[in-house]
Structures are given as structure tokens and as C-alpha cells.
């Protein structure tokens, strides 16, 4: 089984949410700590006997970086493009990613697809809850928000698709992801790695499962008890929750986490 990985947004990002900032030595910390998460999720698979191939779209920023990125990757790196500068909406790069994929490469070498945005740092939370599904469509969380009719708001950018829902890999638009995915395959085939909902922006809002590498690590999460139930599609209030909230805020911190690397 061979799973493909496809890695995509910009690199060695730094700065707040709609900030466009990159480069200089913290930046380059803060994306090798990313891309090491990634690659530790491939050795992951890899002692499950699931291989790995990595796609990585994203955009230039200099020969230096963008070399050190590529080596980071190898030798699972098998697609590469850096496009020269930003497309005028995170819609538009999603429908070009989806386009690469569909025209460059055989998908029927795999068995799933996976998106992580390039920025992102996985927590360990995140690898005891990964498992790959050949019926579901999984993201990663609820978009606390958006609409949640229909799971219409959800993290779009950390997402696993299985090989019968490959023609639907372009349903990750921003807010409306699910809800138009549900269009084609229905909300029974769609899933999620945890019920609580969250702000996708980890300068905002922690979660127990990745950070934007970018940006100030929050810690705070005010409805620790509303969760999206997946069978009834409906928000409610439970006391059960699948985690401790006030054990994993103190594990993967981002400052820590960049301190220890130093």
C-alpha cells in the first residue's frame, strides 16, 4: 500500500494570521520543525508497512531555502513545483493544486491522499488519533467558525481522502469544504479526527492536534464541552470529551518546542 502526501501552501511563513511574512533564521526553525513532524508521520506509516510519496506545491522564496526544503523531504520527495508567486486566492491555488495532481500524477498507485499545509506542526496527539479510512472522507476538525450546518465549516488543510473519493480532492475550498463534498458523496461518508471544534487559526484557538509554525501558539480553548456530533449533524454539550484539555495544552508547545531544537 502507498500512500501519497501532498504538502502544499508556503514555506517558512512568520507572522500572524493575513501576514505575509518569510524568511530569516527563525522562519527556517520554525519550517524544520514542521517538516520534521511530516516526516516523522511517514516513518510512522512506514512501520505500519505503508509507504510513502511526498507532493510538495508550494512557492519559491530563494535557492537556499527552497534547496534545504527539498532535502528535508528526501528521498519520499517524488513531485515538486515552487510557483513563482502568489495566486490571487487560497481558492484558485486549491483548484491549481487539484489540477497538478489530476494531470501530473497516477493516482491509481495509491491508496489514499493526504493534504497537510506545509506550515503545519503535528502533534503527537495527532499521530496517536491518525488512521487511514476506505469509506471516509476525514478532516481534521470542525471550524468553531462557520456555519456548522452540514459540517460546513471545517479544517480544510489537514485533510485524508481514500482512492474512491479521488475525483472529489478539489472539494477543500475554505468554509464550504464538507458541505460541498456532501454534494457529491454524503455527510455519511464524511468524517473527523475529533469532535470538538476549533479555530483554524492556532494564533486564536489551540488544538490538541497541529500549529500554524508561523504564528503565536495559543493556549486558550473556551468550549472544551461542544463537540459535533457526526450522527446526528447536530452541536451539542457533552461531558465527555476525548481528551484532557488541561494535560495536552502543557505538551507540544511551540516555544518549547522551538527551544528544545535550538
Known sequence: ??????????????????SRGRGGDDSKQRQILASNSHRKLVAMLKDKNIDTDICML???????????LCNIYNPYLKYTKFFPSLFPSEEH?????TSYIHDEIELSNYSHIVFIRIDIYLKEYFFNNFELNNDKVIF????????????KGVCHFVCMFPKQY???????QPHTAASDLANHIGNNHIGLMIPTLHLISTDL???????????HNSLEFSEQHTIYNVTT??????ESIPFRYDILKKEDVLENLLYIST
Open 58 to 68: 508550494t512557492y519559491k522564496y530563494n535557492e537556499e531555502y527552497d534547496t534545504e
Open 93 to 97: 491555488f486549491i483548484n491549481v493544486v
Open 166 to 172: 479521488f475525483n472529489w480532492i478539489g472539494c477543500r
Open 1 to 18: 500500500m502507498t500512500l501519497l502526501l501532498v504538502l502544499t501552501g508556503e514555506s517558512y511563513r512568520i507572522g500572524p494570521q493575513m
Open 233 to 238: 449533524k447536530c452541536i451539542e454539550q457533552s
Open 140 to 151: 481534521a476538525h470542525v471550524d468553531r467558525n462557520t456555519n456548522y450546518t452540514n459540517y
Open 205 to 215: 484557538e489551540w488544538n490538541p492536534l497541529y500549529i500554524q509554525v508561523g504564528r
